[in-house]
């Protein structure tokens, strides 16, 4: 879909081609942004200053001024396009803790912080001895397709590239490696062959890349490179961990890397609109002032958001359904793309999990179109 000129309206004093360029995000960025510093969050969105966040602003003016809704497969009102972001294949797993430890001992900035990355190894082994021979809580992701192939749907899973294929670690980057070993229905295997397992099965491999890929088109390349030779075949779609993204520089790594779809361009501390929009959109590169191939298929719900205790909006199951239902409305009118991230990690809190088989049953209620990324834009296109 192409907005024009036309959808430029002056009611609420917003330029609606420059706030999907990106212009805004771009002018709206905290004077001490750098690679180090975390991904600046709703706060920093003008919509969120304007009341606007939890609508889709850019798509209502656009049906207003004569556009037509996307048409969705057996007449469906609207689309959802389900995600996870896989940050952990393992929660007992000394081997990875001293991965996590060694990056954090790397950049580590005095003794005491030295002194407690060394404390913090001792307990890792003590942890990690008190469950051996038991089945690590993590291993169930069998769980995630029996869930989504109730309702007939499927869905996008991001997996990071594994540790030995990431040049440079931050530590909030993910501990596993793709040789690490899991269980996967019962059966014990490498991450590598679950990846093979759940792509043979149907569902979508996409990259979760580093935190520090964001803006490194080589080390982006190397790690998509790694996934790829896992499955055999091209990955089309990206999330950046941790949603590390810069506006004005990583639309135009995603697109030279060659992926078609992006979606990390949604919050980690809110639910709603960051670009006004529920539609699938061409990014635009801000440094040559000139749209780019990559389509953005904008996060709109994370369940973190909603439902951690510190931090975001900090929400119980009922009103957190309660936003769920908001937002589907938003979409619903307009006939747009619901995105939903649910981390795997989920699974170990009742609450968290219950929540994400409420909405499932909810949005098949609603008579939506449901599945990952590239089934939603296969539809859409």
Known sequence: MTYTDSTIVSEINIDYNKL???RYEAEFL??????????????FNILNRLGLLYRPIVDE???????????????????????????????????????????????????????????????????????INKKDPLHCYERWLDAEASIGARSTFFFWPGWSHVTKKHISDCEYDLSDMILFAGR???????????????????????????????????????????LGHDIVSVRQHYLHYDIRVTPKIHDEAGFAYDS???????????????????????QQEAQLNIVEVPLIVQEGAMLRRDKGLRLDNITSFKYVKQITESVKNVGGVLTILWHPTAIMNQDWWGLYSAVL??????NAYIGSIAEIMKAFE
């Not at 501390?269 to 635009?284: A, Q, S």
């Not at 049953?361 to 609603?366: I, Q, T």
């Open 264 to 286: 990390t361009l949604g919050f980690n501390d809110n639910v709603g609109f960051r670009f006004g929009t529920c539609y699938p959109w061409k990014l635009y590169n801000l």
């Open 61 to 131: 003016n656009y049906l207003a001024q004569g556009g037509k809704k996307p048409v969705w497969p057996e007449g469906k009102p609207f689309a959802v396009c389900l995600t996870h972001d896989v940050d952990h294949v393992t929660l007992h797993s000394l081997k990875q803790s001293i991965r996590s430890r060694s990056t954090r001992l790397l950049n580590a900035t005095d003794r005491l912080k030295t002194l407690q990355v060394g404390i913090g190894y001792g307990k890792d082994v003590i942890k990690a001895s008190m469950h």
């Open 188 to 230: 014990k295997m490498s991450v590598s062959e679950m990846i093979k397992e759940i792509d043979r099965q149907g569902w979508e491999i996409g990259l979760h890349p580093s935190w520090y890929s964001f803006d490194n088109l080589n080390e982006l390349k190397k790690q998509k490179d790694a996934l790829e030779r896992v």
């Open 30 to 43: 905290p004077n001490d942004f750098s690679p180090e510093r975390i991904v600046p969050d709703f706060g």
């Open 20 to 22: 999907l360029q990106g």
């Open 361 to 366: 049953e909810y949005l098949k209620g609603e």
